[in-house]
């Protein structure tokens, strides 16, 4: 099982440039996460996805946009990139509600906005 | 608000010598805890958890104290090796069943 993968690995974007980060999961898992950590602190949510079918907003997500395609994959969106969007971006599925169970994570993208 | 704050930013601790990574917390609503594990460019990994029904929870090498009176939570590691350095994370799952907060980490450094 390859467990949590995400693409692209870097991207550096223009400011006003858009992309689309991918996230799979093969854990049969059904809540997916993403989240941005900035140097020195730790991490905060963007967006989840309960479940095939539904997304909620979490803490920080001004800017950004998710789909959950199906059950596997999770795919986060900015429209309109800006500097303050640089970061790490990882993404995280767990099989039960992840304020309750173990949450897996992806190895991150790392995103640059100029 | 709600917040999840670490004692120390960073340890060092001789190879060998055994670890203690202290967490503060500040939801007594919260009734799941976590400690993550995140090396150098890569994504958090998982160590340990406990719920709010016990006090103590051990794995292989590593062991979770919880006391709910003073909202502390500790993360033991054994005879640590150099293996072991990295950031760890507590978190905690606040009101919410989907959401964790996450503290800002603790930078673990082994001396030879």
């Known amino acids: 099982n390859a467990g949590v993968t995400q693409t692209p690995k870097f991207q550096v974007l223009k400011t006003g440039q858009s992309m689309t980060l991918q996230c799979a999961q093969d854990?049969?898992?059904?809540?997916m996460y993403w989240y941005r950590q900035d140097p020195g602190m730790g991490l905060r949510l963007i967006y989840y996805s309960a479940s095939e079918g539904t997304t909620d907003k979490g803490e920080v997500p001004n800017g950004y946009n998710v789909s959950r395609l199906n059950k596997r994959e999770f795919s986060l969106r900015l429209e309109s990139a800006a500097p303050s969007q640089t970061s790490v971006y990882f993404c995280a599925s767990s099989n039960l509600a992840g304020g309750t169970d173990t949450q897996y994570f992806g190895p991150g993208t790392r995103l640059t906005v100029l | 608000g709600e917040s999840v704050g670490l004692h120390l930013p960073t340890l060092s601790v001789q190879e060998g010598d055994n670890s203690i990574i202290n967490c503060a917390y500040s939801?007594?609503?919260?009734?799941?805890f976590i400690w993550y594990k995140q090396e150098s460019g890569k994504g958090p990994q998982f160590i340990i958890d406990i719920r709010s029904n016990m006090d103590k929870r051990q794995g292989q090498r590593v062991t979770v104290l919880l006391n709910k009176t003073v909202k502390h939570l500790s993360l033991q590691i054994a005879a640590t090796q150099p293996g072991d350095s990295a950031v760890y994370f507590c978190a905690e799952n606040g009101r919410s069943n989907y959401q964790l907060i996450w503290g800002a980490g603790t930078k673990l450094i082994i001396k030879p």
């Open positions: 854990m049969n898992h059904n809540s």
């Open positions: 939801n007594s609503a919260s009734d799941y």
